[in-house]
């Protein structure tokens, strides 16, 4: 069964520096989201992305947050400046259409920020 | 504002039916969704239920909606060991049209033997 990928499924790194977080999507989905989880929170939605151009952003995705699709499979997430409150886990998720569509969550990535 | 709640654990013991518990603030969510997260997995899909629908059934899950109060629930049926995970409620907006989900805090549900 097709699956959402995430790499690395640990990343540790110091304050300032920057991340690139990655994702594979389904093959034939057309629509990508992150999430992110901080430990003992909830799930929170970042950003939604399509047809090259991100659909909605939350408040947490500011400045410092981008989306990429470099080529026809990797949706990668960038912090340019990590901050030690952006330590969570990231969800990558993908869905075919939109709204009624199921969105398939990748593994996560856990960020650490020291 | 958009806002979903749970209670933060349940446990149950074997071959019970177990019940989670989701409000909603947020009367235009078209659909409702529960996914379950097992210890360093992500999040999967358990089931889903429109929000003009008042029930739906599949296997062992039941899926209840009440739009009045704005509650959704989620009853598992002979409850097995393997069903001890996070279980999140999340809906989704068709007006936004951006997939966006909100979840709620997650369920933790354990079941003894």
């Known amino acids: 069964e097709p699956e959402v990928t995430q790499t690395p499924s640990h990343q540790v790194t110091q304050m300032g520096q920057e991340v690139i977080l990655r994702c594979v999507p389904i093959s034939n989905h057309l629509y990508f989201y992150w999430y992110r989880q901080i430990l003992g929170q909830k799930v929170e939605f970042l950003v939604s992305?399509?047809?090259?151009?991100?659909?909605?952003k939350s408040e947490i995705f500011d400045d410092q947050f981008s989306v990429e699709r470099p080529d026809g499979s990797n949706f990668t997430l960038k912090i340019r400046s990590t901050k030690l409150e952006d330590s969570a886990m990231y969800f990558c998720a993908s869905s075919e259409k939109l709204s009624t569509d199921t969105q398939y969550f990748g593994p996560g990535t856990r960020l650490t920020v020291l | 504002g958009e806002d979903v709640e749970q209670s933060l654990f349940l446990s149950v013991r074997e071959g019970d039916s177990s019940v989670i518990n989701c409000t909603y603030t947020?009367?235009?969510?078209?659909?409702l969704y529960w996914y379950k997260q097992e210890p360093g997995a992500g999040l999967q899909l358990l089931t889903y239920?429109?929000?003009?629908?008042d029930m739906k059934q599949d296997q062992r899950l039941t899926v209840l909606l009440n739009k009045k109060d704005k509650h959704l629930s989620l009853r598992i049926a002979d409850t097995q060991t393997g069903d001890s995970a996070i279980y999140f409620c999340?809906?989704?907006?068709?007006?936004?049209?951006?997939?966006?989900?909100?979840f709620g805090q997650g369920t933790t549900l354990q079941v003894k033997p």
């Open positions: 947020d009367s235009s969510s078209t659909y």
């Open positions: 999340a809906e989704s907006f068709g007006s936004s049209n951006t997939g966006k989900l909100i």
């Open positions: 239920i429109f929000s003009n629908m």
């Open positions: 992305f399509y047809n090259n151009e991100i659909s909605e």
